[in-house]
T-cell receptor, first 119, second 114 residues
Framework: AQSVAQPEDQVNVAEGNPLTVKCTYSVSGNPYLFWYVQYPNRGLQFLLKYITGDNLVKGSYGFEAEFNKSQTSFHLKKPSALVSDSALYFC?????????????????FGDGTTLTVKP | DGGITQSPKYLFRKEGQNVTLSCEQNLNHDAMYWYRQDPGQGLRLIYYSQIVNDFQKGDIAEGYSVSREKKESFPLTVTSAQKNPTAFYLCASLRTGWSHTEAFFGQGTRLTVV
């Protein structure tokens, strides 16, 4: 079984400050990890993913995430927050082994973290 | 433009009625998914389909039904048996066999029971 935890329902930061949105995961095999962003009444948009290789992954809109295998974490970060970054952020995990069985592509999502960036 | 389209954006249903939510994609993706989103509960998987004419129950399938007669289309019916259908529904698609790729989402349908 796979699971994702986003321990913070809400993160508040001031514009220009760095931001971190936390995510921890649990899978039996190797993880594929994803971050998505959702604006009000819209679908989810892909931000970035970790598949293999460098632990620091860079994505859209200046976001990056760091994969930490020992801590089973994949925290989303941005060096300088913008008011327009305010949205709902979801972390998702997929087990690498699902490539080879009939459930390929079934992801588990966290409950989401609302990021508010104040001017 | 390739993408995934959900319609309608807003839907109102009377209690006891069935309603069908549309999801169409022109990305040539094999796999399609339906999620339900409630405040504070993230996304919960209702049904998914890996290939045409095949679909599987997700975590909360009771009160819902789907069909996958065409690769491009994966409609979701919310039946009268679904006790609390008011929610935001999201459809997504993915290339099967490429599980390292990200999912593409539609813009969602907000269903309200009146």
């Amino acid at each position: 079984a796979q699971s994702v935890a986003q321990p913070e329902d809400q993160v508040n930061v001031a514009e220009g400050n760095p931001l971190t949105v936390k995510c921890t995961y649990s899978v039996s095999g190797n993880p594929y990890l994803f971050w998505y962003v959702q604006y009000p009444n819209r679908g989810l948009q892909f931000l970035l993913k970790y598949i293999t290789g460098d632990n620091l992954v860079k994505g859209s809109y200046g976001f990056e995430a760091e994969f930490n295998k020992s801590q089973t974490s994949f925290h989303l970060k941005k060096p300088s927050a913008l008011v327009s970054d305010s949205a709902l952020y979801f972390c998702a995990v997929r087990d690498y082994r699902e490539t080879y069985n009939t459930n390929a592509g079934k992801s588990t999502f966290g409950d989401g973290t609302t990021l508010t960036v104040k001017p | 433009d390739g993408g995934i389209t959900q319609s309608p954006k807003y839907l109102f249903r009377k209690e006891g009625q069935n309603v069908t939510l549309s999801c169409e994609q022109n990305l040539n993706h094999d796999a399609m998914y339906w999620y339900r989103q409630d405040p504070g509960q993230g996304l919960r998987l209702i049904y998914y389909s890996q290939i045409v004419n095949d679909f599987q129950k997700g975590d909360i399938a009771e009160g819902y039904s789907v069909s996958r007669e065409k690769k491009e289309s994966f409609p979701l019916t919310v039946t009268s048996a679904q006790k609390n259908p008011t929610a935001f529904y999201l459809c997504a698609s993915l290339r099967t066999g490429w599980s390292h790729t990200e999912a593409f989402f539609g813009q969602g349908t907000r269903l309200t029971v009146v």
